[in-house]
């Protein structure tokens, strides 16, 4: 039996037949129920018929003392995930519940502190970094291009830090790049070189795939679409390989945050698994209330992993938002019907969760070499946005092409509008790899905006692949508790 949520009454509702019967028909029904004490004739009620359905005609019952007898009319035949449902309101104190001590509850509660003391020890003796010391950078390190940078910052590189590599083949001589309208969204690619002569692997497959969709020396955006996405993704397996990955983290830091999700998933087991399968008898909405810890998860380790990017947050925030819903629907209205201890459990779970994944997200320990380049790049991309025009003038004069030579970088550090206001009142010639036909005069500022719209606008071509890869009622039917289901016989 539930816990007893109504204050003022009890109740008796309970589904004779259920409505889990999804391939089969049900007829010649017939239920006795034997109830404890006499009880108020007039407060009963029945239904059958789908989910939600107030229908009793043809359901016929006589009382004799406390038993009811009860039958639907034999004409009547109950089609799949029918149901027959009996609902009696009955004075308060009616039931007697014998207390049962929620063994699940306590263990979820005593596992859920154990786990986040494991989770501090992990991280305090195999993930935590040392100091990281920034020094002031006016380049990036040396023979990093923004692809390797990007990797050497975050751990990881993903798509959008393989398309800046346009940019950087281009301003090596091996393509230019134009734009067709002023907004930037529709451009062109011209080959000028017949092959890559550099030693980057990753700029050299770059450039080949280029060269393997080209039907001549110039391809157009729409050339890119649906067939330039294997590129990205060759590259990025030749950068995000466990043996880079030892270079920047100790070895015996990666690959532990699983142990943390596995705990995670245990404590929310003890806490939910009885009482959502009480409530319900329903391992489909067993299984959604599973997947909303899931789901909570996944958006907490995000958020913590979105290192301060919006469209990270954005799509962090997204999964967070879905999981509360979910939790209501499938967790928190089962367990408001069990015993106070779960309700208690639930919340230290879902706690639980959300400090063990941010742990999780901090375990990998850099190297010394990790460690030091991770204070170098930083103290690059702190310079990149908060750059003195005096600087940056002296920078320009020793080297024209400063700030092309920078600008792939700052894509995939995310600073790159702040890099072009430091601009606003400095002298730049345009680069010769660029050509826009609208614009009669350059303009650094216009020239950027343009750039963001075009990187966009390729990171969205070149990533895209084929889609193919009165009185109390009779409540409403199926709305009581049991009933059970299944198949045809």
């Known amino acids: 039996m539930g816990n007893d949520v109504l204050p003022d009454i009890d109740e008796f509702y309970f589904n004779i037949i259920g409505s889990g019967w999804t391939d089969t028909t049900i007829s010649n029904v017939t239920f006795t129920i034997q109830m404890p004490d006499s009880f108020d004739e007039e407060n009963l009620g029945m239904s059958y018929g789908a989910y939600g359905s107030e229908n009793y005609e043809d359901l016929y019952y006589y009382i004799e003392d406390n038993t009811i007898y009860g039958e639907l009319d034999p004409s009547v035949t109950l089609g799949p995930r029918e149901c027959v449902t009996v609902r009696l309101e009955l004075p ?3 039931f007697l519940k014998t207390d049962t001590t929620p ?3 306590y263990i979820a509660i005593v596992l859920g502190i154990i786990s986040v003391l494991i989770a501090f020890f992990m991280w305090w003796f195999i993930g935590r970094d040392d100091p990281v010391v920034e020094t002031i950078e006016y380049h990036a390190p040396e023979g990093m291009n ?3 940078l990007a990797f050497a910052y975050k751990g990881r590189a993903t798509n959008q830090d393989v398309i800046p590599l346009l940019i950087e083949l ?7 790049i134009s734009c067709g309208n002023k907004k930037g969204t529709d451009f062109s690619i011209t080959l000028m070189r017949s092959s890559y002569e550099g030693t980057k692997e990753n700029e050299r497959l770059f450039f080949d795939g280029l060269k393997k969709i080209a039907t001549g020396p110039v391809i157009h955006k729409s050339d890119l679409k649906d067939r330039f996405y294997k590129t990205p993704e060759a590259i990025l397996k030749t950068i995000n390989t466990p043996e880079n990955k030892t270079k920047l983290f100790h070895s015996n830091s990666l690959n532990k945050g699983w ?6 998933v245990v404590v929310f087991g003890f806490a939910y698994f009885l009482p959502g399968y009480q409530y319900s008898y329903d391992w489909l909405e067993v299984g959604f209330g599973l997947m909303s810890i899931g789901v909570f998860g996944v958006s907490i380790y995000m958020l913590c992993a979105s290192t301060g990017q919006k469209i990270s947050l954005l799509i962090g925030a997204f999964p967070l938002l879905l999981s509360i819903g979910l939790s209501y629907l499938f967790v928190w209205i089962p367990v408001t019907y069990a015993d106070r201890f779960y309700r208690l459990a639930c919340i230290v779970s879902y706690i639980t969760c ?4 941010f742990f999780s997200a901090f375990l990998t320990k850099r190297t ?11 103290g690059f991309k702190r310079f990149l946005e908060t750059a003195e025009k005096e600087r940056l003038e002296m920078l320009v004069k020793e080297n024209p092409d400063y700030f092309y030579e920078i600008l792939p970088y700052t894509y995939v550090l995310n600073v790159s509008d702040k890099w072009v206001k430091n601009f606003k009142s400095i002298a730049c010639e345009p680069p010769s790899w660029y050509t826009n036909d609208n614009d009669s005069y350059f303009d650094i500022i216009a020239f950027q905006h343009i ?5 966009a606008s390729a990171s969205n071509s070149m990533t895209s692949s084929p889609e193919s890869a009165s009185s109390s009622g009779g409540g409403f039917s199926g709305g009581g508790s049991g009933g059970g289901g299944g198949g045809s016989w």
């Open 259 to 264: 142990i943390l999700w596995v705990l995670a």
């Open 92 to 94: 308060e104190g009616y």
């Open 170 to 176: 281009a301003r090596q001589g091996y393509l230019s």
């Open 451 to 455: 750039m963001n719209s075009t990187i």
């Open 368 to 378: 010394p070499y990790g460690t030091e380049i991770l204070g170098r790049i930083r």
């Open 146 to 148: 923004c692809l390797e």
């Open 103 to 105: 063994w699940f509850a």
């Open 354 to 357: 959300a400090i063990l994944v």
